[in-house]
């Protein structure tokens, strides 16, 4: 299905750059010509609660903001978003549209049989991706968990182009990024896992694209079309 | 005047002084994706701003510390942390009697604990300008969005603003500066917008070049005499009529308060003249409008795409200033509407009843949908309420919480 905005709400646990996640998907989808907005819903900040973060993509200017209630593409960074209801309603795919598409971070499965079966009724499609993993054996640190959730969105989707992914990874990374004492704290935690910014930069897209081709990979065998329409 | 003068002249960090008409809508714009917080540093960047006071509470924390990023630049004459937000403001009027061009920001519960000041500052005609990033105000504690607090502010004699988008708060701030420190204004600025929204929403703003600036403040250009040697604080308080009972005293403080008001009257043609207007019409000819401020607007603009779809024509009113308050304009926008729809993020709904005291046949107006306490309002929900208003079947909503 090819839809004129397609809206991605990203559900994951304080700190693993859910926030993040989503500003670079809308800066690399601006940096390719399209209309996009992001933006994060969170409580008082602390790592492990739960925390949403919001990408709308589309081909015509976006007025939308705030929590997407009716999205297109779930993405679930951490499991306990699912096993311990860390997510903003129960069930964390409420409101998800026909057609749509959930991601998962998880190494094994973790869906019950009502929710694969509500899903299924929906014709949405689950995709579980070993995220953390990947994260570790292409970065060398789970801190680049939310690379693998960007790179998987965009693989299924095409949402965003691996060119423009890597231009908006640089003027996150690249420059003095001024953000919340907890962002800020965060960044130079990922900063000291590398000896360099250009392999910080390196690494995290190594990981964005890993996870990119595996993410098409599955999208094309279980012939799964969710896309925005060319801007 | 003093200003003229120094136009084409440099400030200390070597910003060219521009003509503030011609930097607003002549100098060229350079697109940028930035969050609502980077683009309130951008606009002080270019605000000549001579202090900024602040104090950290969400949403508007991101912007106050960028801001301090700009003094250690060299962009702000002074900058420091209050001990409150009630603090924080009493230092606000502190520097704008002392003829400075005052910013800060504050939300929510931070706005509520300085409400004292509020009314003092437009008593005295101190033209600070102030970023209310709304958030909610009620127990339990919340930052989320809720614009339950403008509603306090719309009564202290203060100009009050409601942004959109985070491009109206970089052209606002500006044009903010330009409005209320006319001589026949000279009342301060409440710009607010909607937190979360705005402030930490990434979105596609056009600036003016970063080596342009407004001109100074020129404290003489006050209507009432500035804190200088020949008028020390003191003056403020010696004799003052706080002691005195008699018909004279209640008639000075009849007389003063009743000048704050015609003061906020003559911003009008400012407003209307900066602003382009004080408010946007988008197809008035409708017979169904909605009529909102801030991120209800937004929303509200979603909602006519999805109600276009099955053939339902929407008009928007997008009201840009809350104070002064835009009567004849809305009664003119108005004027041919059947339905007459006030989205609100607030439990109160305090724009609907401005609005009914406003036009002639006020049963027209709807009042809703409603969000609060940090709620999202879905264009579908706009949608089906305007359906259920219209006698049409609209499908039932299963998001979340439902």
Known sequence: MIKRRLNIRMSGLGGQGAVTAAHVMAMAASRDGKFAISNPFFGAEKRMAPAESYCRIGVS???????????????VFHPQVITMGKSYT??????????????????????????????????????YIKGTQIALDVAGTELSTNMTMIGSVAGITKCVSLESLDGALQERFGKKFVASGGTATLDEAIKKKFAKKEMLLKKNLDTVVRSYEMAAEWAEKNNVELAVAAA | MATQTVIGTQNKVGQTIADPWKMMHEADRTPCFFTGSEVIKEAIRRA???????????????????????????????????????????????????????FTTTAGPGTMRA???????????????????????????????????????????????????????????????????EPDVHLPLALCCDGFFVTHTKDVVNLTPADMCLPPYDPYRSPVPCMDMECPPVRMMRDPFVMKSNYISYATHASWQQEVWAAVERSRKHTIRWLDGMVEVDNPDADILIVAS?????QGREAKAVLEEDGIDLGIVKVKSLRPWPEEEIREATKHAKHIIVPEFNVTGWLAKEIRATIPNPDRVYAGPHVCGGMTMPPEIIAADIKKLLGIKAESLAGRGS
Request: hydrophobic share 45%; aromatic share 12%; glycine share 8%.
């Open chain 1, 90 to 127: 129960m069930p964390f795919y409420s409101g998800i549209k026909e057609n749509g598409v959930v991601i998962i971070n998880s190494d094994v499965p973790l869906l019950e049989r009502e929710d694969v079966q509500r899903l299924k009724d929906l014709d949405v499609a689950v995709f």
């Open chain 1, 61 to 75: 200017r976006i007025y939308d903001r705030g929590e997407l209630v009716f999205p297109d593409v779930i993405e």
């Open chain 2, 294 to 298: 801030g991120t209800a607007v937004s």
């Open chain 2, 115 to 181: 409400m004292e000041n509020f009314p003092m500052w437009a008593g005295a005609r101190l033209p600070i300008q102030m970023i209310v990033t709304c958030r909610g105000i009620n127990s339990p504690l919340s930052i989320q969005p809720d614009t339950l607090e403008i509603s306090y502010l719309l009564n202290t004699g203060m100009l009050v603003w409601h942004a959109e988008t985070a491009q109206d708060f970089f052209d606002w701030i500006l044009k903010g500066y330009m409005v209320s420190e």
């Open chain 2, 48 to 102: 000549n701003c001579d202090v900024m006071i602040a104090y950290p509470i969400t949403p508007q924390s991101e912007a106050a510390a960028l801001i301090g990023e700009l003094f250690a630049e060299g962009y702000i004459g002074d900058y420091f942390r209050g001990e409150s937000e009630f603090a924080v403001m009493s230092e606000c009027a502190g520097a704008a009697f002392g003829g400075a061009r005052v």
